[in-house]
């Protein structure tokens, strides 16, 4: 019982640590030895993306879901209002709901899916998925949050357009208002800042690259500066007409873009899943099982009972994937090949002369 006790303590000893003092360790360490401004640069984003992001995040998260009421609850009523019209006169702004919608979701649908998602999956595995569904869940209220207050401290210029954004909420919100200035003017510039990195950098980058290495005229690759040149000349048609300009355009193409997302994913699952099928391997049968199981449950109304039993058959199924899987069955040889194979494990030697089929790569990946 002591010794249980002990190791809870120290679990958690070693949590703490990890999260609250590691950081500011690898911090100092990182400044300390840091010999040019890219290093000075490593070591603060390690520091500013590590375990204190998480759990400022996520806190944040959890805080303001408790705080609401559980808005999440409201998740229907929400999309209603944002795709019906506007009642005129109710209507108080220089957009729809539903462009509101279409701009905010313009600079989600990319980036943050695809970028986000695959490098969360390479670096985290299949589980990182769970998380981001539990993240994106309790981030619901913080966003809620976010546009409330947005809303709540707009003001309207002597034009008539409104104005808002956190600088705003900032300035006006807080008790102490030169505080609350002073913070306004540090979010303008590292948002400034930001929108040349994440927020125009990595998009134009990625468009450019892609369209360098694959598309040819007349048997020479489009040069990446012209691709810079045609994305700063539209991009400017679109900002420089203002915030109407940028919803007119957002609600044109945002649903096309929603729609070809959607059934680029479906056709990316369809793909592995007949690959899955068709492939007599004992990896994709379980995968199959897998997936059969997993679809039962969620499809189908099914008991507490049954429920139980899918689960334990799930867990079964990964009990025989992690520790009963044996590679060298799950592979379309010839009879020679796994005498040879078995001729050198009983000898103890390696057949080093076999050369080494490449693996065929995912579809997943190539797209």
């Not at 999440?72 to 209603?80: A, E, H, N």
């Not at 943050?112 to 985290?124: A, E, H, R, S």
């Not at 950098?201 to 040069?223: E, R």
Request: charged share 20%; hydrophobic share 50%.
């Amino acid at each position: 019982m002591h010794a249980l006790s002990r190791g809870k303590g120290n679990a958690m000893e070693d949590f703490l640590t990890s999260f609250f003092i590691t950081p500011f360790t690898s911090l100092g360490e990182g400044l300390a030895a840091a010999t040019s401004p890219l290093d000075v640069i490593d070591a603060v984003d390690g520091f500013v993306w590590g375990p204190i992001m998480i759990l400022l995040l996520l806190g944040t998260h959890i805080f303001m879901t408790i705080r609401t009421g559980f808005i999440q609850r409201k998740l229907g009523t929400g999309i209603k209002l944002s795709v019906t019209k506007d009642d005129p006169s109710d209507a108080d702004g220089d957009i729809t709901q539903f462009g509101a919608l279409t701009t905010a979701l313009a600079a989600t649908i990319g980036t943050g899916n695809i970028v986000g998602v695959g490098t969360g999956l390479l670096f985290g595995g299949p589980g990182a998925i769970f998380w981001m569904w539990i993240t994106g869940i309790l981030g619901i209220a913080t966003k809620y949050s976010e546009v409330f207050i947005g809303v709540k401290y707009r003001v309207k210029d002597h034009s008539g357009k409104m104005l808002g954004g956190a600088m705003y909420a900032l300035e006006r919100g807080f008790k102490n208002k030169k505080a609350g200035r002073i913070l306004a003017i540090l979010f303008a510039l590292f948002a400034s800042l930001a929108a040349f990195g994440i927020g125009a950098s990595t998009q134009s980058n990625s468009l450019a690259d892609a369209l360098y290495n694959t598309s040819l005229i007349d048997g020479k690759a489009i040069p990446q500066w012209l691709v810079g040149a045609v994305v700063v000349a539209l991009v400017a048609i679109v900002i420089l007409g203002g915030i109407k300009s940028i919803s007119k355009v957002c609600e044109k193409l945002v649903p096309v873009m929603a729609v070809f997302y959607v059934v680029c994913c479906l056709i990316i699952i369809g793909i592995e899943l007949i690959k899955m099928i068709t492939s007599y391997t004992i990896d994709s049968v379980v995968d199959v099982m897998l997936l059969a199981i997993a679809r039962q449950m969620i499809v189908e109304h099914t008991s507490p009972i049954e429920n139980l039993i899918a689960v334990l058959s799930i867990g079964i199924l990964f009990v025989i994937r992690k520790y009963l899987y044996i590679s060298r069955l799950d592979r379309r040889r010839s009879k020679k090949e796994i005498e040879e194979d078995i001729r050198a494990e009983v000898l103890g030697v390696e057949n080093r002369n076999e050369p080494k089929k490449p693996e065929p790569p995912e579809i997943g990946s190539l797209i």
